[in-house]
């Protein structure tokens, strides 16, 4: 979301006003400050004092001077080494870590597991432990300063509510699993959590450039492999709108995968979700009595559905079909998506959104995770004790 649209912009603290300039230049750097007072509609004063401010904190660096025909050549620039954003995909039992610099380029990752046990007593506390440990241990190899991390962000399955999630797709009759808490106080870092789906598409829309694009409207919908005992296949989807990801007040506003399929032979299978009837139960039902290696014509035929059910509801503007369960449905699905949206064009006028598959799937969550952290100092810069630094 524009921070303007936060209203950040009508409060003339120094703290706000860097905040500000510290987003202008990740998402476009190297800048001179004529460049950098315009994206950010704040007077050329106030951007000097604020870059000089990130200058004397070590967030900001110059970069050279800029080629121009004519006049004085200004001074350009740009965000510093040295400092790095930390996101964490908690897949269960999968686990990535990775650390992406002030660019949100990737740095280091290391792919991991945490061990689930039907028979561990207290998962609320072994869970967010057992990450904790891991993730220290990972800056810890890296040679990475608890300190030069400005702040976490982690993807998590299922809803996540108040820093706390459930995953009821992983675990039955989850608790909810305080992690943010446990993140800020032991890594002494704001954290942020937020559904891995969710955090898919925010890392999507921002290879694309579209994160602070006025008017973007973006379904996601992921069909992914699953470790679960008890589904060889996950569903999940996300909403972006209005600058944000659709959240609903328990935080599972996006849980396509978990919503009702309408099909006359769909068996009654029970679900942690407490829908007998959903769709990843659907498709993992259809998957398991096919030949192996074999997807069924009514996998196809329930995701088109849904995505055909998903576009005439939101309008979108963009549609990302992430089929890497069934990477030999994504031509088949997407044709039919893109007939249904020429029909709807022919008779109710509408134009239609473009439907693109991900670019990047193994690493789209962290990287989400990343950004999510990055967009929580642009709103929340009063939680990030280095914009208070004295310079």
Same mark, same amino acid.
């Given at each position: 979301? %524009?921070?303007?649209?936060?209203?950040?912009?009508?409060n003339?603290?120094?703290?706000?006003?860097?905040? %500000?300039?510290?987003?202008?230049?990740?998402?476009d750097?190297?800048?001179?400050?004529?460049?950098?007072?315009?994206?950010?509609?704040?007077?050329?004063?106030?951007?000097?004092?604020?870059?000089?401010? /990130?200058?004397?904190?070590?967030l900001?660096?110059?970069?050279?001077r800029?080629?121009?025909?004519?006049?004085?050549?200004?001074?350009?620039?740009?965000?510093?080494?040295?400092?790095?954003?930390?996101?964490?995909? /908690?897949?269960?039992?999968?686990?990535?870590?990775?650390?992406?610099?002030?660019?949100?380029?990737?740095?280091?990752?290391?792919?991991?597991?945490?061990?689930?046990?039907?028979?561990?007593? @207290?998962v609320?506390?072994? !869970?967010?432990?057992?990450?904790?440990g891991?993730?220290?241990?990972?800056?810890?190899?890296? @040679?990475?300063?608890?300190?030069?991390?400005?702040?976490?962000?982690?993807?998590?399955?299922?809803?996540?509510?108040?820093? #706390?999630?459930?995953?009821? #797709?992983? !675990?039955?009759?989850?608790?909810?699993?305080?992690?943010?808490?446990?993140?800020?106080?032991?890594?002494t870092?704001?954290?942020?959590? +937020?559904?891995?789906?969710?955090?898919? !598409?925010? $890392?999507?829309?921002?290879?694309? %450039? *579209? *994160?602070?694009?006025?008017?973007?409207?973006?379904?996601?919908? $992921?069909?992914?492999?699953s470790? $679960? $005992?008890?589904?060889?296949?996950?569903?999940?989807?996300?909403?972006?709108?209005?600058?944000?990801?659709?959240?609903?007040?328990?935080?599972?506003?996006?849980?396509? +995968?978990?919503t009702?399929?309408?099909?006359?032979?769909?068996?009654?299978?029970?679900?942690n979700?407490?829908?007998?009837?959903c769709?990843?139960?659907?498709?993992?039902?259809?998957? #398991?009595?096919?030949p192996?290696?074999k997807?069924?014509?009514?996998?196809t035929e329930?995701?088109?559905?849904?995505?055909?059910?998903?576009?005439?509801?939101?309008?979108?503007?963009?549609?990302?079909?992430?089929? *890497?369960?069934?990477?030999?449905?994504?031509?088949?699905?997407?044709?039919?998506?893109n007939?249904?949206?020429?029909?709807?064009?022919?008779?109710?006028?509408?134009?239609?959104?473009?439907v693109?598959?991900?670019g990047?799937?193994?690493m789209?969550?962290?990287?989400?995770a990343?950004?999510?952290?990055?967009?929580?100092l642009?709103? %929340?810069?009063?939680?990030y004790?280095?914009?208070?630094?004295d #310079?």
């Amino acid at each position: 979301m %524009n921070p303007k649209e936060r209203g950040l912009r009508y409060n003339d603290s120094h703290l706000v006003n860097r905040a %500000n300039v510290f987003e202008a230049l990740s998402f476009d750097s190297p800048a001179t400050i004529k460049q950098v007072a315009r994206s950010t509609r704040l007077s050329t004063p106030t951007v000097t004092k604020a870059l000089t401010q /990130l200058e004397g904190i070590g967030l900001v660096t110059e970069k050279g001077r800029k080629d121009q025909p004519k006049g004085r050549k200004p001074t350009l620039y740009g965000l510093s080494e040295g400092y790095y954003w930390l996101g964490v995909d /908690l897949e269960i039992p999968d686990l990535r870590i990775a650390v992406y610099d002030l660019s949100k380029r990737l740095i280091k990752s290391k792919k991991d597991f945490v061990c689930i046990d039907g028979q561990i007593d @207290d998962v609320a506390k072994y !869970l967010p432990d057992s990450v904790i440990g891991k993730v220290k241990g990972f800056l810890k190899e890296q @040679d990475i300063s608890a300190g030069s991390v400005l702040g976490a962000g982690v993807g998590v399955p299922g809803m996540v509510r108040d820093g #706390s999630f459930k995953p009821f #797709s992983r !675990l039955k009759n989850p608790p909810s699993i305080p992690l943010m808490g446990p993140m800020e106080e032991r890594l002494t870092i704001p954290a942020v959590i +937020g559904n891995d789906v969710d955090l898919e !598409l925010l $890392a999507e829309l921002d290879r694309r %450039n *579209l *994160l602070e694009e006025p008017g973007v409207v973006a379904v996601y919908l $992921a069909a992914r492999p699953s470790k $679960a $005992a008890h589904s060889a296949v996950r569903i999940g989807g996300s909403v972006f709108h209005n600058g944000g990801v659709l959240q609903g007040a328990m935080g599972s506003a996006n849980e396509f +995968g978990h919503t009702s399929v309408s099909r006359s032979d769909h068996e009654e299978l029970k679900c942690n979700c407490g829908n007998p009837k959903c769709l990843e139960t659907y498709v993992n039902e259809k998957i #398991s009595s096919a030949p192996t290696g074999k997807v069924p014509d009514e996998v196809t035929e329930v995701l088109t559905d849904k995505l055909k059910d998903l576009i005439f509801l939101y309008n979108p503007s963009l549609v990302i079909v992430d089929l *890497l369960a069934f990477p030999q449905l994504s031509n088949p699905v997407i044709g039919e998506i893109n007939k249904f949206i020429q029909l709807r064009h022919d008779h109710m006028h509408f134009d239609g959104p473009e439907v693109v598959t991900p670019g990047d799937s193994e690493m789209a969550c962290a990287r989400g995770a990343c950004i999510k952290s990055f967009r929580n100092l642009a709103a %929340n810069p009063e939680k990030y004790s280095i914009l208070s630094s004295d #310079s």
